[in-house]
Protein backbone atom coordinates (compact mmCIF):
# COMPACT_ATOMS: atom_id res chain seq x y z
CA UNK A 1 0.00 0.00 0.00
CA UNK A 2 1.06 3.60 -0.35
CA UNK A 3 -0.09 6.53 1.23
CA UNK A 4 0.28 10.03 -0.14
CA UNK A 5 0.24 12.84 2.53
CA UNK A 6 0.21 16.60 1.06
CA UNK A 7 0.85 19.97 1.96
CA UNK A 8 1.73 23.34 1.57
CA UNK A 9 -1.96 24.95 0.59
CA UNK A 10 -2.88 27.90 2.04
CA UNK A 11 -4.11 31.19 0.79
CA UNK A 12 -2.42 33.65 -1.42
CA UNK A 13 -3.05 37.30 -3.20
CA UNK A 14 -3.32 36.80 -7.58
CA UNK A 15 0.50 36.68 -8.65
CA UNK A 16 1.79 34.81 -5.66
CA UNK A 17 3.00 31.73 -5.22
CA UNK A 18 3.14 28.22 -3.40
CA UNK A 19 5.11 25.13 -3.37
CA UNK A 20 2.88 21.92 -2.37
CA UNK A 21 4.51 18.73 -1.31
CA UNK A 22 3.49 15.10 -1.48
CA UNK A 23 4.98 12.98 0.58
CA UNK A 24 5.09 9.45 -0.08
CA UNK A 25 5.52 6.17 2.19
CA UNK A 26 4.65 2.43 1.78
CA UNK A 27 5.80 -0.13 -0.51
CA UNK A 28 8.56 1.07 -3.16
CA UNK A 29 7.72 4.38 -4.31
CA UNK A 30 10.76 5.27 -6.78
CA UNK A 31 9.04 3.28 -9.72
CA UNK A 32 5.75 5.05 -9.87
CA UNK A 33 4.24 8.16 -12.28
CA UNK A 34 3.00 10.84 -10.09
CA UNK A 35 0.73 13.81 -11.12
CA UNK A 36 -0.81 16.31 -9.92
CA UNK A 37 -5.26 16.87 -10.35
CA UNK A 38 -7.11 19.59 -8.55
CA UNK A 39 -11.09 19.77 -7.93
CA UNK A 40 -12.91 23.00 -7.42
CA UNK A 41 -16.48 23.21 -5.79
CA UNK A 42 -18.94 22.05 -8.43
CA UNK A 43 -16.12 21.07 -11.17
CA UNK A 44 -14.47 18.08 -12.17
CA UNK A 45 -11.85 16.75 -11.17
CA UNK A 46 -8.64 18.22 -13.48
CA UNK A 47 -5.45 16.89 -14.43
CA UNK A 48 -2.75 19.53 -14.01
CA UNK A 49 0.89 17.60 -14.54
CA UNK A 50 3.15 14.44 -14.09
CA UNK A 51 6.29 13.61 -14.03
CA UNK A 52 8.20 9.79 -14.83
CA UNK A 53 9.50 7.39 -11.72
CA UNK A 54 13.06 8.79 -13.25
CA UNK A 55 11.94 12.40 -13.23
CA UNK A 56 12.96 12.91 -16.63
CA UNK A 57 9.63 13.27 -18.28
CA UNK A 58 7.08 15.96 -17.30
CA UNK A 59 3.78 17.08 -19.03
CA UNK A 60 1.50 19.63 -18.54
CA UNK A 61 -2.25 20.90 -18.80
CA UNK A 62 -2.32 23.62 -21.01
CA UNK A 63 -3.83 25.64 -17.99
CA UNK A 64 -1.00 25.41 -15.86
CA UNK A 65 2.19 25.32 -18.55
CA UNK A 66 4.80 27.96 -18.10
CA UNK A 67 3.42 28.69 -14.12
CA UNK A 68 3.14 25.71 -12.75
CA UNK A 69 6.60 23.09 -12.12
CA UNK A 70 6.20 19.28 -11.65
CA UNK A 71 9.35 17.93 -9.58
CA UNK A 72 10.15 14.81 -7.41
CA UNK A 73 12.78 13.82 -5.29
CA UNK A 74 12.91 10.12 -4.82
CA UNK A 75 15.67 10.18 -2.47
CA UNK A 76 13.09 12.03 -0.22
CA UNK A 77 10.33 10.42 -1.79
CA UNK A 78 8.79 13.44 -2.42
CA UNK A 79 6.67 15.34 -5.48
CA UNK A 80 6.35 18.87 -5.59
CA UNK A 81 4.18 21.14 -7.49
CA UNK A 82 5.74 25.15 -7.75
CA UNK A 83 2.93 27.29 -8.58
CA UNK A 84 3.52 31.01 -9.85
CA UNK A 85 1.40 33.51 -11.06
CA UNK A 86 -1.41 32.51 -9.15
CA UNK A 87 -4.77 33.21 -10.36
CA UNK A 88 -8.58 33.23 -8.58
CA UNK A 89 -9.25 30.66 -10.54
CA UNK A 90 -6.58 28.24 -9.53
CA UNK A 91 -8.58 27.63 -6.44
CA UNK A 92 -9.45 24.67 -5.48
CA UNK A 93 -8.53 21.31 -3.38
CA UNK A 94 -4.73 20.14 -4.71
CA UNK A 95 -4.18 15.99 -4.99
CA UNK A 96 -1.45 14.07 -5.93
CA UNK A 97 -1.42 10.72 -7.02
CA UNK A 98 0.36 7.97 -8.03
CA UNK A 99 0.22 4.63 -10.14
CA UNK A 100 2.33 2.64 -12.29
CA UNK A 101 5.39 3.72 -14.59
CA UNK A 102 3.55 5.80 -17.15
CA UNK A 103 1.97 8.79 -16.09
CA UNK A 104 -2.09 9.64 -17.71
CA UNK A 105 -3.88 12.47 -17.86
CA UNK A 106 -7.10 10.48 -16.64
CA UNK A 107 -7.70 10.60 -12.47
CA UNK A 108 -9.85 7.07 -13.03
CA UNK A 109 -6.23 5.39 -13.63
CA UNK A 110 -4.51 6.40 -11.01
CA UNK A 111 -4.16 4.00 -7.80
CA UNK A 112 -3.27 5.79 -4.95
CA UNK A 113 -4.40 9.64 -3.67
CA UNK A 114 -3.78 11.68 -1.07
CA UNK A 115 -6.49 13.83 1.01
CA UNK A 116 -6.07 16.93 -0.18
CA UNK A 117 -4.92 20.53 0.17
CA UNK A 118 -6.98 23.58 0.09
CA UNK A 119 -5.44 26.31 -1.96
CA UNK A 120 -7.46 30.08 -2.14
CA UNK A 121 -6.32 32.73 -4.11
CA UNK A 122 -7.31 35.98 -3.73
CA UNK A 123 -7.74 39.10 -6.42
Known amino acids: QVRLVESGGGSVQAGGSLRLSCAASGRTVRNLAMAWFRQAPGKEREFLAAITWTGGSTYYADSVKGRFTISRDNAKSTVYLQMNSLKPEDTAVYYC????????????????WGQGTQVTVSS
Open 97 to 112: AGRGIYFRTNPSEYDY
